[in-house]
T-cell receptor
């Protein structure tokens, strides 16, 4: 119940195309769903996040679509660029430990390659 | 100024040795974490501290002992290193805010046990 399933494992997209990465969860207590971007040799960095009270959030070329009933959420990267080539992780967390900490459960990651 | 820093960046050592990784954050956050990223890039939380108090210990072997001397520092000491400990270890920090639980990650420490 603590798992977050992510697909695909890897993705190749042409420059200017749309990249779509999907995640699914089981625990309905999860209330925070971030996407992290990781470049080789670097730590993950927050890209965009959503709470389950909205179905979509957009920041620039990045959009999260959230389907609460299906317990699924996805990341869409519009007009994909070679600089977007990185590993993307979805994650989920819920309020616990009295808010003293935030335990992120990560998906298995998607390696995105955007070809010029 | 680096927000979350870790030392060393690379650590190569032999089985059975003891080693430490240090982490410092200058963001004024109350909460710090250690994550392990394995060779398949899977990220898993190991520990979390809030104001120097251990909050999360994710069934990590006793050979791993975190220490938080103050809320800006969280160190990780590993005893009797094993081959399976080879991984990238990330430190992170966060501060609870109403609409954000963003965690800021350090650059990672690549540990190789031979």
């Amino acid at each position: 119940q603590q798992q977050v399933k992510q697909s695909p494992q890897s993705l190749i997209v042409q420059k200017g195309g749309i990249s779509i990465i999907n995640c699914a969860y089981e625990n309905t207590a999860f209330d925070y769903f971030p996407w992290y971007q990781q470049f080789p040799g670097k730590g993950p960095a927050l890209l965009i996040a959503i709470r389950p009270d909205v179905s979509e959030k957009k920041e620039g070329r990045f959009t999260i679509s959230f389907n609460k009933s299906a317990k699924q959420f996805s990341l869409h990267i519009m007009d994909s660029q070679p600089g977007d080539s990185a590993t993307y992780f979805c994650a989920a967390s819920m309020e616990e430990y009295g808010g003293a900490t935030n335990k992120l459960i990560f998906g298995t990651g998607t390696l995105l390659a955007v070809q010029p | 100024d680096t927000a979350v820093s870790q030392t060393p960046k690379y650590l190569v050592t032999q089985m059975g040795n003891d080693k430490s990784i240090k982490c410092e954050q200058n963001l004024g956050h109350d909460t710090m974490y250690w994550y392990k990223q394995d060779s398949k890039k899977f990220l898993k939380i190991m520990f979390s501290y809030n104001n120097k108090e251990l909050i999360i210990n994710e069934t990590v072997p006793n050979r791993f002992s975190p220490k938080s001397p103050d809320k800006a520092h969280l160190n990780l000491h590993i005893n009797s290193l094993e081959l399976g400990d080879s991984a990238v270890y990330f430190c992170a920090s966060s501060q609870k805010k109403p609409l954000s639980n963003e965690q800021y990650f350090g650059p990672g420490t690549r540990l190789t046990v031979t």
